[in-house]
């Protein structure tokens, strides 16, 4: 009998939890809130809740953070086929910015079994936005969507969620004043699946895009599928998959930098070099037989991470990293919270520093 949808995430999930060295002890349910219409804003002042020592999921604003954390949720336009999307979401302002007119804004999608507040936590993003001055969207999958809160980064469910995605940071960017020309993207697991398909299909709404530990874009169709491309990548030509997806020479564009460990049991890390490919192709650095067409490509080796470094005309489009020793969790995090290692350098502070050379024109060209 052919399995669920939903198994292709959790069996990966529940590999990692036997196999992982920082793998979470039982959570404890977390308290359900169903979302207010009126966005929640929790101020500084507010009384955090307590970090515990162990792996958890919870609905406070992450400790640490001095700026404004609002709740709440934006309904998607619809879609042929498709209900009314009403998506749940986090936004981080920092601290110091009143309102947050002028900001650069990172877009970052969790993976499974996660929230919009584990993310920010295991991510540490708000205390890194608290320093470097950008406001963090944090879109929440609902567990009416998907039992684990997977984002659904093949098949038709994709061609809802990401539309969904787009039009919430749209929504937001018009809400708050954010500036549209430093719009950045980033996600783990099944959120840097869903990120590669923003990336490639909605290019011009982004100046750049974060992927740590995220599958190959267009090489899944169906559940069978999707678990091959992540334990093994590929069979195809990740160029072909490219080109089969879009029309690479009408493309904007998107630098890329792509994060992942070496000893990855459920994305192996073949999806990384795979993934460097493609946004080497879309970028224009590669022919359509994958052949370097300008620029060049560096690999070195510093502080236990292995680089691979698009360059086109003395400026890096794409970078990929490989953590020695990193299994499927985010680099350099917080290990109290599930799929987060303190393993490896911090990956959100690397993704910013790539994020904050690159810009996208209001007539979507990259700057």
């Keep these: 009998m052919p399995r669920k949808t939903t198994s292709v995430w959790l069996e990966g ?37 307590k970090r515990a020592g162990k792996a958890h999921v919870g609905r406070a604003q992450p400790a640490g953070a001095a700026g404004r954390w609002i709740r709440s949720w934006h309904s998607a336009p619809p879609r042929a086929g498709h209900l009314v999307n009403h998506l749940a979401y986090a936004l981080y302002v920092p601290a110091g910015a009143a309102g947050g007119a002028g900001l650069p804004l990172v877009v970052m999608l969790h993976g499974c079994k996660q ?104 090489a899944a169709s169906s559940t069978m599928s999707a678990m091959s491309v992540m334990r093994h990548g590929s069979r195809e030509d990740p160029v072909h998959l490219v080109d089969a997806a879009l029309d690479v020479a009408g493309h904007p564009g998107v630098p890329a930098i792509i994060v992942q460990g070496e000893i990855d049991a459920i994305v192996a890390k073949r999806n990384a070099a795979q993934l460097g490919v493609q946004f080497a192709r879309v970028n224009r650095l590669l022919d359509v037989q994958g052949e370097l067409r300008v620029g060049e490509i560096r690999t070195y080796s510093r502080d236990a991470v292995a680089y691979t470094d698009y360059v086109r005309s003395g400026r890096l489009a794409v970078r990929v990293c490989v953590v020695r020793g990193l299994g499927h969790a985010w ?31 209001a007539a979507g060209e990259r700057m």
């Design 13 to 49: 999930l529940e590999l990692l939890t036997r196999m992982s060295a920082t793998r979470p002890k039982k959570k404890a349910a977390a308290r359900k809130t169903a979302p207010a219409k009126a966005a929640q804003v929790v101020s500084p002042a507010a009384k955090p809740a």
């Design 115 to 218: 929230t919009a507040e584990s993310f920010a936590a295991g991510t540490r993003a708000c205390r890194l936005a608290d320093r470097a001055g950008f406001a963090v969207l944090l879109p929440e999958q609902a567990k009416t969507a998907h039992a684990q809160r997977c984002w659904h980064w093949h098949g038709d469910h994709a061609q809802s969620e990401a539309p969904a995605v787009a039009s919430l940071v749209d929504a937001i960017v018009r809400e708050h004043g954010f500036d549209r020309e430093r719009v950045y993207l980033a996600g783990i697991s099944a959120g840097a699946g869903l990120a590669s398909v923003l990336a490639m299909h909605y290019a011009r709404r982004f100046a750049a895009v974060g992927l740590h530990s995220g599958p190959v874009f267009g």
């Design 331 to 361: 680099s350099g995090g917080d290990p109290r919270e599930a799929f987060h290692s303190d393993r490896g350098p911090d990956a959100m502070a690397m993704m910013w520093q790539f994020f904050r050379r690159q810009r996208r024109s």
